[in-house]
């Protein structure tokens, strides 16, 4: 008995008719052609067909091959995950895409460098902050950091030059005055009050209210403490505590003083050593407000009329070992400058300054006086080229030690002073240390980076 098969299209599901000898089909309701393939050897009874789709995309089986490859990658995902490894690389084709070019590299960013400079109009101190035997020095400086500045004061290693410590950034220092007395620095500032800080490490210690302005900073005569003068009276501060007491203590060793106090009766050389008295001579005649003349300190306090003196003329005086070392001019003219030592109303000794040439040196006495241990240092300039020169003598012959230039000076020489084994010279920036035994320069420190 024959068997019945329908044959419908595998695009639409619409029944085709085949021809026995075709192999090819075409549905009249979708359009599609399928291919007709018959078996080799066709059993009884007629040949089965088979149909094959033709070469138009089939939607199922794209979404079949789909799925595959969904269940596929995550299955590769899962063995990747157990099995750690480095990554596949996958390309649409053979041919390989040029390397991505790399972001340009930006240059790595640096810290804004710090530059360091000296506020010349105020002088150094050299003390011994920590109590190891050998000074510090402590100077007011000037930080810029970009365009940034700040002032502070600063504790410097005497051998170094390197930085050791420094106050926070301070304000108001053009009109305040300062002073350093054991391990502090007093500042008294314009709204009267005074502020301590401990020099080893910076940080601020105390804040003291006068209720006025500060006239002078002084070292009274017991330690521990720093006298205080204002408009209407004195006053002792601990230096721990900043407690105050009110004291009738005259202001026998000034450390700093204000423009008012520093009237023209005051006759002493602040620029002696701590410790050391200094008389600047000669009367001074005022006239204004007030007409009076001021004495010759020198003749009161010293018994000597120093334009008298055999071969010079003094224009100051420092005590030193029951005696004067006297700095003034040569006389007669020219006016080099010259210094002696004086015992007893007699020189010891006296000379002129300048090692080589005198007429080569700027008129006037010596302004630039240092002493450290046995030694006399004073600096001095040549009246052409402004080029600074030190030289050295002993305070107990007056020999000379040493003679050497300073052409490294920026603007000159500002200051002068000495502690230890060091000589320091200061100039518009910075300051130069020196040995004290040869003037060989060790450092010169400001104007750069300071080292921490």
Not at 91 to 118: C, G, H, I, N, V
Not at 151 to 170: C, E, I, N, Y
């Amino acid at each position: 008995m024959a068997r019945l098969e329908s044959v419908n299209c595998p695009h639409c599901g619409a029944p085709l008719s085949i021809d026995a000898a075709a192999d090819r089909v075409r549905c009249n309701y979708c359009g599609s052609t399928s291919l007709v393939q018959r078996t080799a050897d066709p059993p009884p009874g007629g040949a089965p067909v088979i149909l094959v789709k033709s070469p138009a995309v089939n939607l199922a089986l794209l979404l079949g091959l789909a799925a595959v490859l969904v269940v596929g990658a995550v299955s590769l995902t899962a063995l990747s995950l157990r099995q750690p490894g480095p990554p596949a690389v996958f390309t649409a084709s053979t041919q390989r895409d040029p390397p991505a070019a790399l972001p340009e590299a930006r240059p790595k960013a640096t810290a804004p460098e710090t530059a360091l400079r000296l506020d010349p109009r105020r002088p150094l101190e050299l003390v011994d902050v920590n109590g190891d035997g050998r000074s510090e020095i402590v100077a007011s400086v000037v930080l810029r950091t970009g365009a940034t500045e700040s002032r502070h004061f600063a504790v410097f290693d005497s051998q170094s030059g390197a930085l050791k410590a420094r106050t926070p950034p301070l304000e108001n220092l053009d009109e305040a005055l300062a002073a350093v007395l054991g391990k502090r620095l007093v500042i008294a500032n314009p709204l009267g009050e005074v502020v301590a800080y401990d020099l080893s490490s910076g940080d601020r210690q105390w804040t003291s209210t006068l209720g006025e302005p500060a006239l002078a900073l002084c070292a009274p005569r017991r330690a521990g403490a720093m006298l205080v003068l204002s408009g209407s009276r004195g006053t002792m501060l601990d230096l721990i505590t900043g407690r105050q007491s009110e004291t009738s203590e005259p202001c026998r060793s000034p450390l700093a003083r204000s423009d008012v106090a520093s009237a023209p009766r005051y006759r002493g050389d602040d620029s002696a050593p701590r410790g050391t008295e200094g008389i600047l001579c000669g009367s001074v005649r005022v006239m204004g407000s007030q007409d009076y003349t001021v004495p010759d300190a020198c003749f009161f306090r010293a018994h000597l009329d120093t334009s008298k003196l055999g071969g010079m003329v003094g224009h100051r005086l420092w005590s030193v070992e029951k005696g004067w070392l006297v700095f003034g001019v040569r006389r007669p003219a020219p006016y080099v400058p010259m210094v002696g030592r004086l015992q007893r109303g007699r020189f010891v000794w006296q000379t002129e300054v300048p090692a080589e040439n005198p007429l080569a040196a700027d008129d006037g006495g010596p302004r630039h006086v240092a002493l450290v241990g046995d030694e006399l240092v004073i600096g001095y300039s040549e009246r052409r080229e402004q080029l600074w020169h030190l030289t050295a003598f002993a305070l107990a012959d007056g020999a000379r030690r040493f003679a050497v230039g300073l052409e490294q000076l920026s603007g000159g020489l500002r200051a002068l002073s000495a502690a230890d084994d060091t000589i320091v010279a200061q100039d518009d920036d910075g300051f130069w240390l020196l040995d004290a035994r040869t003037g060989s320069v060790r450092t010169k420190v400001g104007g750069a980076a300071p080292r921490e």
